[in-house]
């Protein structure tokens, strides 16, 4: 899959070239929105009995109300573990507001029932200072009392920037720039797992493409990957492994790459063997929720997995930092059974969805008291999948295996985005949400590699 899909990207920027990306993206668009306008009158008529049975049903759920209810600040909602922990929030009894980037207004989320209110707030990025002034006046009008991100990869260093101004309000449960900075560098979190002697791949930092070439590889056991140490929502998919066939093919693919001492990379050691992401929510150092999955690199279902040698190795290192906030690891079981992580992204992860019939969820995120276990999602709870990403594999099968496979996903699974008591969200997000991005990208003619319903964005070269 990462070879088609880097396979069909532009290569140069010649007008022929320019032209025929625009055409290409302008049909693509086009099929897609019919697509979604056929599936419309569906997609209504299931909303529409899910909120008639929840007005008309003999036995309705009475609204919780929390011991102590607070307010809680929650941004990303453009994403679907955003929209989990707001559910999970409110279940509990508290009270949510949502927040996202000025790009994404038209967040399906906002329609929740779960959310309170929704607001809009400058890119990080592009003006950080507005961004933290933005936030301290939604704090001080809502009156939050705790504010968890749900943030895209660039924006997890900007949330640390918060805290200073927004401690004087509210908790900021996430970690101080410095911790984010590190755990957020591919090498130098490598570099921090090893001092703590847990178990991480070789790796080493790439700042010239001729320090790829000049590599004596012959005296190395395995082959080797590059991954951009900044996020690269295309590139990260390339997992070519180096050496190449001849010297030069690796020195023509290592070329190719935006390397420098601006955009760092890392070259690590490929190890064979299965993959698992998680995700863990952490107080001062004590794993308070965690979950395990199978993963891949474009990973949008999620069953936990009961490993406890990634636990262990998880509690090790949260406790060894003292951390609080959120965040998830990309692990690698070797054929011996032994454990490498691979990566650590400072923030929430979508396996998140897989709690999203725990009744425990506000307590790991807001209760002080330290808990006997950490939590994990209940046996009862389903996989989490995407309905549309499924149905989309449908269009790749090519056997009677493969179908039994895809129908099993569905029938054992629930889609993370619907459900029963909170129908809305799954009208929105596919009929309102997604749409209007593709018309914005259809008006600027712009292309887009992929749709992605679980952080609820085009995926798009030079996107966020």
């Known amino acids: 899959m990462t070879q088609s899909i880097s396979s069909s990207l532009p290569q140069s920027t010649t007008p022929s070239t320019d032209v025929k990306v625009k055409v290409v993206g302008l049909f693509k668009t086009l099929g897609t929105l019919t697509l979604l306008l056929i599936a419309l009158p569906f997609n209504a008529f299931i909303v529409l009995i899910s909120l008639l049975w929840g007005i008309v049903q003999p036995f309705r759920k009475k609204a919780v109300v929390a011991v102590h209810?607070?307010?809680?600040?929650?941004?990303?909602?453009?994403?679907?573990?955003?929209?989990?922990?707001?559910?999970?929030?409110?279940?509990?009894?508290?009270?949510?507001?949502?927040?996202?980037?000025?790009?994404?207004?038209?967040?399906?989320?906002?329609?929740?029932?779960?959310?309170?209110?929704?607001?809009?707030?400058?890119?990080?990025?592009?003006?950080?200072?507005?961004?933290?002034?933005?936030?301290?006046?939604?704090?001080?009008?809502?009156?939050?009392?705790?504010?968890?991100?749900?943030?895209?990869?660039?924006?997890?260093?900007?949330?640390?920037?918060?805290?200073?101004?927004?401690?004087?309000?509210?908790?900021?449960?996430?970690?101080?720039?410095?911790?984010?900075?590190?755990?957020?560098?591919?090498?130098?979190?490598?570099?921090?797992?090893?001092?703590?002697?847990?178990?991480?791949?070789?790796?080493?930092?790439?700042?010239?493409?001729?320090?790829?070439?000049?590599?004596?590889?012959?005296?190395?056991?395995?082959?080797?990957?590059?991954?951009?140490?900044?996020?690269?929502?295309?590139?990260?998919?390339?997992?070519?492994?180096?050496?190449?066939?001849?010297?030069?093919?690796?020195?023509?693919?290592?070329?190719?790459?935006?390397?420098?001492?601006?955009?760092?990379?890392?070259?690590?050691?490929?190890?064979?063997?299965?993959?698992?992401?998680?995700?863990?929510?952490?107080?001062?150092?004590?794993?308070?929720?965690?979950?395990?999955?199978?993963?891949?690199?474009?990973?949008?279902?999620?069953?936990?997995?009961?490993?406890?040698?990634?636990?262990?190795w998880v509690q090790h290192f949260v406790k060894s930092l003292g951390l609080t906030g959120q965040v998830s690891f990309d692990f690698i079981q070797a054929e011996d059974a032994t454990v490498y992580a691979i990566e650590c992204n400072p923030r929430t992860h979508s396996a998140i969805t897989m709690f999203y019939n725990h009744p425990g969820v506000t307590d790991a995120y807001l209760g002080k008291t330290p808990l006997p276990a950490p939590l994990e999602p209940l046996t009862s709870s389903k996989p989490t999948y995407f309905i549309y990403h499924e149905i989309w594999r449908l269009t790749g099968i090519r056997s009677w295996k493969q179908l039994q496979t895809s129908i099993n996903t569905l029938v054992r699974g629930t889609d993370a985005v619907y459900y029963f008591d909170d129908p809305v969200p799954f009208l929105t997000l596919h009929h309102w949400q997604i749409p209007l991005l593709l018309l914005k990208n259809l008006q600027q003619l712009k292309g887009w590699v992929k749709i992605d319903f679980n952080i609820g964005k085009l995926v798009e070269l030079g996107g966020d």
């Open 69 to 312: 209810p607070q307010t809680i600040l929650v941004s990303g909602a453009k994403m679907a573990k955003a929209l989990q922990l707001a559910r999970s929030f409110h279940a509990a009894g508290h009270r949510v507001i949502l927040i996202e980037g000025h790009k994404y207004w038209l967040s399906g989320h906002r329609f929740s029932k779960a959310v309170s209110r929704f607001y809009t707030v400058p890119t990080p990025e592009k003006d950080p200072e507005g961004y933290i002034q933005a936030l301290v006046e939604i704090v001080k009008k809502e009156k939050v009392d705790v504010y968890v991100p749900v943030c895209s990869p660039v924006a997890s260093y900007y949330d640390s920037l918060t805290k200073p101004a927004l401690s004087e309000y509210c908790e900021v449960f996430h970690f101080d720039a410095d911790v984010t900075k590190m755990l957020d560098d591919k090498f130098a979190f490598t570099d921090q797992a090893r001092s703590l002697g847990l178990s991480v791949p070789k790796s080493f930092k790439i700042t010239d493409p001729q320090q790829v070439i000049n590599f004596d590889f012959s005296q190395e056991t395995r082959k080797y990957i590059l991954k951009s140490i900044s996020y690269d929502s295309v590139r990260r998919l390339n997992l070519t492994k180096l050496p190449c066939d001849t010297p030069e093919e690796t020195a023509a693919f290592v070329n190719s790459l935006p390397i420098s001492p601006e955009k760092p990379w890392i070259m690590q050691e490929f190890i064979p063997g299965k993959e698992l992401c998680t995700h863990s929510t952490v107080r001062d150092g004590e794993l308070r929720l965690h979950c395990c999955s199978n993963s891949s690199a474009f990973q949008i279902n999620y069953e936990n997995v009961e490993n406890p040698q990634i636990r262990e």
